[in-house]
C-alpha cells in the first residue's frame, strides 16, 4: 500500500495539504460504587400518632330465643405511623434492596443514632440481621438535622468518599425548637457531598421542610398519609433502589458503566506531500 503523503500527490500539484480531525475514538471503562442507601427513620413521640387500618372484625350478638341479631360490632384494627414506617422499612431490606448494595438505618428523636453502620447486602442471612434491628420504638422530640448528621456519618465511614449515597429521610413533623439551623447546616453539607435526600413525609406539616431538603439535593418528595392505602413509604423505597439500575448493568465484578467518548480532537492533523 502506498503512503498516505502520496495518496494525496496529483501529478498537476494542485493537492495541498489538509486539516484532518483526529476522530480516534476514546473508550472509558469505570467502576462505578454499589448502590448505598442509608435510611434516616424518625423514631420522635409523634410517629405515635394512631389511625385505623383497614381490617376490622364484626362481632355479631344473638338473642338465645331470636333468629335477629341483638347487637353488632365493628372493630377497627388501628396502627401507628412508626409501625407501619417499620414495615415498609423492613420490607425493603428483604424484599427490595438489591445484593451488592449497601444498607444503613439511622434512627433520630431529640437525638441521631446509628442503628446499624453501611453494610453489605449479600445474603438473606445479612437482610434478616438488617431487618430484625429496625425499631418498633418511638418517643422524644424532633432533630432532622441530628438524623442527617449521622446519616452523612454512615456514608463517611473509614474515610468513604460519600459521594453519589442516597438517604431516604422520613418523619412526620417540623424541628422542635432550635434545630431548624443545624438541619439547615446540614443540608448544605449533603450538597456539598454530593449526597441526595429522598424524603417522605409522614404529614403535611413535614411537607414543607422536606420539600426544601429533597429540591436542593437532587431528590424525590412522597407523601404517606394516615389513610390505610397510602403507599407512599413503599414507592419511595422502591424508587430509591432503582434510581440508577438502567444506566448500568451488573456482573459477577459488580456494577460497571462503560462510556463511550467520542472525541473529535480540537487540534486537526496535516497531512501533506
Not at 427513620?41 to 350478638?61: A, I, P, W
Not at 453501611?118 to 438473606?124: E, G, P, V, Y
Not at 442527617?148 to 413533623?173: F, R, W, Y
Request: glycine residues 10%; aromatic residues 10%.
Amino acid at each position: 500500500m502506498l503512503p498516505i503523503s502520496l495518496i494525496f500527490v496529483l501529478s498537476d500539484g494542485k493537492n495541498p495539504p489538509i486539516n484532518a480531525p483526529d476522530v480516534t475514538p476514546v473508550f472509558t471503562v469505570a467502576r462505578v460504587r454499589p448502590t448505598r442507601v442509608v435510611m434516616i427513620l424518625d423514631t420522635s413521640g409523634s410517629m405515635r400518632v394512631s389511625f385505623y387500618s383497614s381490617s376490622f372484625t364484626l362481632h355479631v350478638y344473638y338473642n338465645m330465643h331470636s333468629s335477629y341479631p341483638l347487637l353488632c360490632v365493628v372493630l377497627f384494627q388501628t396502627e401507628n405511623r412508626y409501625l407501619k414506617l417499620a414495615s415498609a422499612a423492613r420490607n425493603f431490606i428483604t424484599s427490595v434492596a438489591l445484593d451488592g448494595s449497601y444498607g444503613g438505618i439511622v434512627d433520630f428523636d431529640s437525638y441521631g443514632v446509628i442503628i446499624e453502620s453501611r453494610t453489605l447486602i449479600k445474603s438473606d442471612k445479612t437482610r434478616h440481621r438488617l431487618a430484625v434491628r429496625v425499631s418498633e420504638d418511638a418517643s422524644g422530640g424532633t432533630c432532622i438535622g441530628c438524623g442527617l448528621e449521622k446519616g452523612l456519618e454512615v456514608l463517611s465511614e473509614n474515610g468513604a468518599n460519600p459521594e453519589g449515597g442516597v438517604v431516604v429521610l422520613i418523619t412526620d413533623g417540623q424541628d422542635n425548637g432550635g434545630n431548624e439551623d443545624f438541619r439547615d447546616q446540614m443540608k448544605k453539607e449533603y450538597v456539598a457531598a454530593g449526597v441526595v435526600i429522598d424524603a417522605v413525609a409522614f404529614s403535611n406539616t413535614a411537607e414543607e421542610t422536606l420539600v426544601e431538603l429533597q429540591g436542593e439535593t437532587g431528590g424525590r418528595f412522597y407523601l404517606q398519609t394516615d389513610d390505610p392505602g397510602s403507599t407512599g413509604l413503599y414507592h419511595a423505597f422502591q424508587a430509591t433502589m432503582g434510581r440508577n439500575v438502567n444506566d448500568f448493568f451488573q456482573t459477577d465484578c459488580g456494577w460497571l458503566q462503560i462510556l463511550l467518548d467520542f472525541k473529535i480532537s480540537k487540534h486537526s492533523k496535516k497531512y501533506s506531500t
